[in-house]
């Protein structure tokens, strides 16, 4: 009888077993129904995707950018769940959930620089792989240090600044430094991850990353000009805060700083490309907050100022234009300073940075209005994909010699489009999120 009772024992331990030691078991549910890891993880595989076409067409330098990219999103995104475990109370009672999460990270970053480097040893672009391996590096770098300090995600956003100079930074560091940069950096995480602590701090990085887009930045408010600017742009920009105004001031000084640096060290950076795309992804914040914080429009409501709800709306859409024409301003400005600096860049090349920038802005604004979840604010990321992808293609063309006439032509369509999803969005806008009347 012992022996017969004692197999069936035997057989569902090891069913059990081997449940629990699957370490992707609930991985689509951790790092794709998390708004944060699914934003940044998303980015990365349509950089992974793109690089695949580009270095399949030979397009070296466009491969090399878009697998940092992709390696870069996927560091963050996995910085972005190692947060989240130190920001959960509960993450060392649940057996084997952070052990799951760092075998999920790993073969993630893992699989994302596996593909890069595979394809660009098929394909012949042995000269990329010095820079692939400076992106891992500096991911590394910056999960090693959120694991120090929390505080560090908030840096994220320079990963993405560092990528077009890269290749740069590449040439001038040996592979075999990096190689060894890679092994004392993983062995450094390893130990970080044995005594991965309850934070917190990772708490408030944690929430502060889903309500303000992962950015940072010092109030202000004190500043009488920025002051008279937010309520310029009231109540556009009620949910997000201060950070837009700060935002709308750091990115034309940032552009300005890196196109003389470019200038001065010939870099041949991409300033203006990179600058239209943070303002993109800038308005894009506003409904992110908007839809985060969702709650605080019967606030917004009960605030002087606003005849119902349809005042409301209306002063809205309104603080959605003069922020567009600000945006638009801001690039046109840095586009004539930069093209008097470089004397490279023709009228009809202004006109196309500048209006593809307005209608990429006005699309994402209007189609974020109609946005009544997380999940649609991160739907529109798309319109930021496009809006890269349209840009390059053209510059491509025009250093092929090609015409810009055809892309203007576009353009104005496109600008047309905006404008019509504005206005659509503005029929849309809290539609049955705040009282009717």
């Known amino acids: 009888m012992s022996v017969v009772h004692h197999k ?29 890891s699914v934003s940044f993880l998303g980015t990365g595989l ?10 399949v067409y030979g397009k070296n330098d466009s491969a090399e950018l878009l697998f940092s990219m992709g390696i870069v999103s996927s560091s963050a995104a996995i910085a972005w769940q ?6 959960n109370e509960c993450a060392q009672l649940i057996p084997h959930y952070r052990r799951y999460i760092y075998i999920q990270s790993v073969a993630v970053l893992a699989s994302v620089f596996g593909i890069g480097v595979l394809f660009c040893l098929v394909l012949g672009l042995t000269a990329s792989l010095p820079t692939l391996v400076l992106a891992l590096v500096m991911s590394l770098t910056f999960i090693w240090l959120c694991l120090l300090s929390t505080q560090w995600f908030y840096a994220s956003f320079l990963l993405f600044v560092l990528m077009p100079f890269m290749s740069l930074i590449a040439s001038h560091i040996p592979l075999w430094l990096s190689t060894i940069a890679l092994l004392v950096l993983g062995v450094l995480i390893a130990r970080a991850c044995r005594v991965l602590p309850w934070r917190a701090e990772a708490r408030t990085v944690y929430l502060n990353g889903l309500e303000m887009g992962w950015f940072w930045l010092p109030n202000l408010q004190s500043m009488r000009i920025l002051s008279r600017f937010e309520r310029y742009l009231h109540p556009t920009n009620f949910f997000i805060g201060p950070m837009l105004t700060i935002l709308l001031l750091l990115l034309p000084i940032l552009a300005l700083a890196l196109g003389l640096l470019s200038y001065q060290f010939h ?13 993109v992804i800038s308005c894009s914040l506003v409904h992110w907050s908007r839809v985060q914080r969702s709650r605080s429009t019967e606030t917004l409501l009960l605030m002087p100022g606003f005849n119902g709800r349809k005042g409301l709306i209306a002063a809205f859409c309104l603080g959605q234009q003069r922020l567009l024409n600000v945006v638009v301003g801001i690039m046109l400005m840095c586009t004539l300073l930069l093209g008097w600096l470089n ?15 307005y209608w990429a802005c006005a699309l994402i604004l209007g189609f974020g209005c109609m946005c009544r979840r997380v999940l649609h604010i991160t739907l529109t990321m798309l319109i930021v994909a496009g809006h890269s992808l349209w840009v390059s293609i053209s510059l491509a063309s025009l250093r092929g010699g090609g015409s810009l006439v055809d892309w203007l032509l576009w353009d104005l369509l496109l600008v047309l489009l905006g404008q019509i999803v504005l206005f659509w969005g503005k029929k849309k806008l809290w539609q049955g999120d705040v009282i009717s009347r």
């Open 82 to 87: 190692l947060i989240r475990l130190m920001a």
């Open 8 to 36: 069936p024992m035997q057989t569902v331990k090891a069913k059990r077993t081997s449940q629990r030691m699957n370490p992707f078991k609930g991985m689509l549910r951790f790092w794709c129904f998390d708004i944060g």
């Open 46 to 55: 349509l950089g992974v995707i793109l690089g695949c076409i580009a270095a």
């Open 343 to 357: 004397a490279d860049l023709n009228w009809p090349l202004l006109a196309h940075l500048v209006l593809s920038t």
């Open 267 to 279: 870099w041949n950076a991409p300033v203006l490309l990179l600058l239209a795309q943070f303002s």
